[in-house]
């Protein structure tokens, strides 16, 4: 198992950075789009869809994607269409989220009306990473977004280990821990005092406090986005999403908590773009 996680993350890494730094920004929304339908293949398997419309999403949601993405005179379309999205983007993860995980409603009873909830998932976490890699840092300000999940996850599992006695949610994840969630707060509190300009409102220099809280929210935020994640899989009796990344589960279990968190960065990015006036935007 360790040996396939180590040649897949081999295999993944350098790929994410040619999209991040390489690629031009309409084939940057190609790989977005692939990710996408690699990723409503695996939701419609865990919300029970069926028929046609089963067959037809893994192809239908990218296709939609792309219809978004590349609306308007220019490849972002309107930004404050956007903000709207990302807006309510910010609303279900941090409003409807809290709720569904307390009532553990069960996914598979909507049926193919799950197309709708996918594409609330999907859609707007996909646009973020077009609108964050176009900021005015380029693929570093996305890059030092998705980190925040990255470092969360990492110092989570490292000190839930060493130190996890209380669960977080146990009928939901049965191995996170609250000691781990403290962990995986304080590395990015640790993290967001290294980066000294938030990316999200231009690279200017904020406060450190207030840095660190939207570090603070946006971890808050992908430790939800994967409990929901685990909650479906747990659900339907499902250990992965899929096995389409050898060792690493599928696409949902590796971009679970950026679902959640990538939208909030975007309505923070774009509300300070839209509302300040920032010279060169």
Same mark, same amino acid.
């Given at each position: 198992m360790l040996k396939q996680r180590v040649l897949t993350a081999l295999v993944l890494i350098p790929v994410i950075l040619l999209?991040?730094?390489a690629l031009p920004p309409m084939a940057w929304v190609g790989m977005v789009a692939a990710i996408i339908g690699f990723a409503a293949w695996e939701w419609q398997r865990l919300a029970g869809?069926?028929?046609?419309?089963?067959?037809?999403?893994p192809l239908l949601t990218p296709a939609f994607f792309l219809v978004l993405a590349l609306s308007g005179d220019r490849a972002l379309g309107s930004p404050f269409a956007l903000l709207g999205v990302m807006l309510a983007g910010c609303v279900f993860w941090a409003g409807i989220v809290p709720f569904w995980l307390r009532a553990k409603w069960r996914l598979a009873e909507g049926g193919n009306l799950n197309?709708?909830?996918?594409?609330?998932?999907? &859609?707007?976490a996909g !646009?973020?990473?077009?609108? @964050?890699?176009?900021? $005015?840092?380029? #693929?570093? +300000? =996305?890059?030092?977004?998705?980190?925040?999940?990255?470092?969360a996850d990492t110092a989570a599992?490292?000190?839930?280990?060493?130190?996890?006695?209380?669960?977080?949610?146990?009928?939901?994840?049965?191995?996170?821990?609250?000691?781990?969630?403290?962990?995986?707060?304080?590395?990015?509190?640790?993290?967001a005092l290294l980066v000294p300009?938030?990316?999200?409102?231009?690279?200017?220099?904020?406060?450190? &406090?207030?840095?660190? !809280?939207?570090?603070?929210? @946006?971890?808050?935020? $992908?430790?939800? #986005?994967? +409990? =929901?994640?685990?909650?479906?899989k747990r659900q339907i009796g499902f250990k992965d999403s899929s096995q389409l990344l050898p060792g690493h589960g599928g696409v949902l279990d590796r971009i679970d908590s950026l679902l959640a968190i990538l939208p909030v960065a975007a309505a923070i990015y774009l509300s300070y773009l839209l509302f300040h006036l920032v010279p060169g935007q």
């Open positions: 999209g991040l730094f869809m069926q028929g046609t419309l089963a067959r037809a999403y197309a709708l909830l996918g594409w609330a998932v999907l &859609l707007p !646009l973020a990473m077009v609108v @964050l890699r176009e900021g $005015s840092m380029g #693929g570093w +300000l =996305l890059l030092m977004v998705m980190a925040i999940a990255w470092v599992y490292f000190s839930g280990k060493a130190f996890g006695r209380h669960k977080l949610a146990p009928s939901i994840s049965p191995g996170k821990s609250w000691e781990g969630a403290i962990g995986g707060m304080i590395g990015v509190v640790v993290y300009k938030t990316p999200l409102i231009g690279g200017e220099s904020i406060s450190p &406090l207030i840095w660190v !809280l939207i570090a603070l929210l @946006l971890t808050a935020l $992908s430790i939800i #986005g994967d +409990l =929901l994640e685990s909650l479906f």
